[in-house]
C-alpha cells in the first residue's frame, strides 16, 4: 500500500469574504488547522469545498495554495471532478503541475455517462494526471453516479493510476466489502465518506481510511487512533460524539455547518456560502451546536484549538 495514504484525510472548505469572493489567506489557516488537528492527508476542491461554485481559475487558485501552504507536511488530493473528459484531464494535468500527490473525482456529472464513456473519462484523468493516483469518488446523486462494486474494480484493473475509491454510496459498507473480498485486483485501498456516519462497520471491512469535512478534524482523528490501536470502547465512546455532529451537518448542509464550526472555533471570520446552498444555522441550531462540541471538548482540544 502507497506510504501516507492512511488515516484521516480531510475536506477543506472554500473560504470567501463576506461580499462572496474567494479568501485565500482564510485559506491558508484552514490548512494550517487541518494539519495541526492531526489529520493524515488534505482533500480540496470537492463537494464541501463548494467546488461547483468556483471558477476554473479559482479552483486552480484552491488547489496551489493548499499545496503551498500545507508544504509537504501531509498529502494533498486534489479534486478534479468535471462535466466533461476534457475538463477533467484539464483539472488533473493541472494538479499534477501544482504538486498535488492524488486527484479525485466522482464521474461526470450533469449529463450522465454511459459506461464506455465513464472509463474513458478517468482514463484521460489518469493520463493528464502524469502518473498521479486516482481515488474514485463512489457517491449517489445528484453530483455522483453510483459504481456497482463490479465497475470499480474494472476501473481499478484497467487503469494502473485507478488504484483508490472514495466510498459514499448508499450501500457503502457492502461495497467495500464486495471491492476488498476479491484478491489481486487493482484497489490499493478504500476510504469512507459521509463524514465517517459509518466509520465502525467501515473500519471492520478494512478502509484505509476516512474522507470527512475538516471543521472537527481532530475528533475524527481520535475516533481513528482508537480504531487503530484497537480499543473499541474509546471509539465507541467517540463515536457517540461524532455521529450527532454529522447528523447535524446533514440536516443544515455541508458547507455552511463545516464553516459555523470554523467560526466557533476561532479559524474562520466569514461563514459565507455561495448560491445555490448559502444555507445558515438559526440560533436555536447554533445552540444545539455549541452543546454537542462541548459534549465533545476532551478530544477537540487536544489539538490546542477550543471546541468552541
Not at 461547483?52 to 488547489?63: M, N
Not at 449529463?111 to 502518473?131: C, P, S
Not at 471543521?215 to 457517540?240: K, N
Request: glycine share 10%.
Amino acid at each position: 500500500m502507497t506510504p501516507g495514504f492512511r488515516g484521516v484525510y480531510s475536506v477543506l472548505v472554500t473560504p470567501f469574504t463576506e461580499t462572496g469572493h474567494l479568501d485565500l489567506a482564510a485559506l491558508e489557516r484552514v490548512v494550517d488547522f487541518s494539519v495541526v488537528a492531526g489529520a493524515h492527508g488534505l482533500v480540496t476542491p470537492v463537494v464541501v469545498s463548494e467546488f461547483f461554485t468556483l471558477s476554473d481559475a479559482e479552483r486552480r487558485a484552491v488547489v496551489e495554495t493548499a499545496v503551498a501552504a500545507t508544504a509537504g507536511r501531509v498529502p494533498v488530493v486534489a479534486g478534479v471532478s468535471a462535466p466533461s473528459i476534457h475538463g477533467a484531464a484539464v483539472f488533473a494535468e493541472h494538479a499534477a503541475d501544482a504538486g498535488a500527490d492524488a486527484v479525485i473525482a466522482v464521474p461526470p456529472y450533469v449529463k450522465r455517462a454511459t459506461w464506455t464513456e465513464t472509463v474513458g473519462y478517468f482514463e484521460a484523468i489518469a493520463d493528464a494526471g502524469g502518473g498521479l493516483p486516482v481515488f474514485v469518488q463512489n457517491a449517489d446523486g445528484p453530483s455522483g453516479t453510483p459504481l456497482s462494486p463490479g465497475q470499480l474494480l474494472e476501473l481499478a484493473d484497467r487503469i494502473e493510476a485507478v488504484s483508490w475509491i472514495k466510498e459514499e454510496s448508499s450501500l457503502s459498507s457492502q461495497t467495500i466489502s464486495a471491492v476488498l473480498s476479491r484478491p489481486g485486483t487493482g484497489v490499493l485501498g478504500i476510504m469512507g465518506g459521509k463524514g465517517a456516519r459509518y466509520a465502525l462497520d467501515e473500519y471492520q471491512r478494512g478502509i484505509c481510511g476516512t474522507m470527512p469535512g475538516c471543521e472537527f478534524t481532530d475528533l475524527h482523528v481520535a475516533l481513528w487512533d482508537a480504531l487503530e490501536s484497537g480499543d473499541h470502547d474509546r471509539a465507541g465512546r467517540i463515536y457517540r460524539l461524532v455521529l450527532p455532529l454529522v447528523e447535524m451537518e446533514d440536516q443544515y448542509g455541508g458547507a455552511a455547518f463545516c464553516k459555523e464550526v470554523l467560526r466557533m472555533r476561532g479559524v474562520l471570520t466569514s461563514t459565507f456560502v455561495r448560491e445555490p446552498g448559502s444555507l445558515s444555522l438559526d440560533r436555536l441550531a447554533v445552540d444545539l451546536l455549541a452543546r454537542h462540541l462541548n459534549a465533545a471538548e476532551e478530544p477537540l482540544t487536544r489539538s490546542g484549538y477550543p471546541s468552541h
